[in-house]
């Protein structure tokens, strides 16, 4: 066997990215990534987060979970939980969120056992062909 020469992973140097075509796509493919990782982190460990980006054009494009005003708050006063409304609030929002992801996952269930079900169809119907291809004498 030979071993393919390549030159592998190498260390790309920051730099600032001239084109400005690239520039925009580098920008939209990283924060697609960025909010789809803090989304991920989110579900897993029940946290908030507020992320505030920039585009190279000077638009403003932001992220916040649960609230932008429970994450103001947090952020300017870590050890104060927040008040009771706001928590009645989040925890409302978790409650409808859990609900639309029960709704989702019925919905899965439901288009897969529907999937399956064309494909026993299908199989029936091969099936009965080949029947109707019998004559007398083979089925004797």
């Not at 390549?6 to 730099?15: F, N």
């Not at 992320?51 to 708050?73: H, L, Y």
Request: aromatic share 10%.
């Amino acid at each position: 066997m030979t071993e393919e020469k390549t030159l592998g992973r190498q260390k790309i140097s920051m730099a600032k990215i001239e084109n400005e075509d690239d520039l925009y796509s580098s920008f939209s493919k990283r924060q697609k990534i960025l909010y789809k990782r803090v989304s991920d982190m989110i579900g897993k460990y029940d946290i908030a987060v507020g992320i505030i980006t920039f585009s190279p054009c000077g638009n403003p494009f932001s992220f916040f979970r649960p609230t932008i005003d429970f994450v103001v708050d947090r952020f300017f006063s870590p050890l104060d939980q927040g008040s009771e409304n706001s928590l009645f609030n989040i925890a409302n929002t978790r409650i409808r969120i859990k609900e639309k992801q029960v709704e989702l996952h019925n919905l899965e269930i439901i288009e897969e056992t529907l999937a399956n079900q064309r494909t026993d169809e299908t199989g029936i119907e091969e099936m009965w062909k080949q029947i109707k291809e019998f004559n007398l004498e083979d089925l004797k």
